[in-house]
């Protein structure tokens, strides 16, 4: 993709299964990648791997500020730290309410607020966050976990609002069904018909792959005039 050969990228939950895609994508791209997880990413052809809890700010402050002087600053964020919960609203537990927002929702407004300063000092950057079918559609016992997405895209928005004007670019990537194993989890425990695989009309789930490559056009100049955009990557599972 053009604009991606040399850039600076921060990734959040690389350690993932759509994370390592990522990361995996943009060193292909030329990128210079700094993989941050809850513990220490190991893969190769980083710039630079730190672990840092995202619902930490004196945490993610330090965690950025490594990245920042590994890569020589920070082009592009790519936040996707998350987890997920599945239960019935009146058994959900308020602990696991408050987990699964902090991480997803309050993870990302710490690994965006770490990057906001040196992308303003720069002139510019390029912000994607990760929120999920669950922020647009409704779907039985994920309470917790659209909430934290409905979170994460009306934040992004807001950024996205607010930097425009100073050269930063932010969207919300909000995939489908991706073939990891936390939903491959949640299938086995599912139980009756999986309507979620069911309501993809494409008849299938994402490769990780996919997904990590709407995240390198999103972050490259190929995507130059989309901005507080909602870029649905589900298969039509939105639309059906």
Request: charged letters at 15%; hydrophobic letters at 50%.
């Amino acid at each position: 993709m053009r604009g991606l050969d040399g850039a600076k990228i921060l990734v959040t939950g690389a350690d993932g299964a759509i994370g390592r895609a990522v990361v995996a994508r943009l060193n292909e791209e030329g990128a210079r990648v700094a993989a941050l997880d809850l513990h220490k990413p190991e893969q190769d052809g980083l710039a630079c791997a730190v672990a840092a809890d995202v619902t930490s700010e004196e945490g993610m402050i330090a965690a950025t500020a490594t990245a920042s002087e590994a890569l020589g600053g920070i082009d592009g964020l790519v936040a996707m730290a998350g987890i997920q919960a599945s239960a019935p609203t009146h058994e959900l537990g308020l602990d696991t309410f408050r987990k699964v927002l902090d991480v997803g929702a309050v993870g990302t407004f710490l690994a965006v607020k770490s990057v906001l300063p040196g992308m303003l000092a720069q002139g510019g950057g390029r912000i994607i966050t990760f929120g999920s079918t669950a922020a647009v559609c409704s779907a039985p016992q994920l309470a917790a976990y659209a909430a934290a997405k409905g979170a994460v895209l009306q934040f992004t928005r807001s950024v996205a609002v607010e930097y425009a004007g100073r050269g930063i670019r932010a969207n919300c990537l909000c995939p489908g069904g991706v073939e990891t194993p936390m939903l491959a989890a949640i299938d086995a425990a599912r139980v009756g018909p999986d309507h979620f695989k069911e309501g993809h009309p494409i008849g299938r789930y994402a490769a990780p792959a996919e997904i990590a490559s709407v995240v390198s056009f999103l972050l490259s100049d190929e995507s130059s005039f989309v901005l507080g955009a909602t870029v649905m990557a589900d298969g039509g599972y939105s639309i059906g």
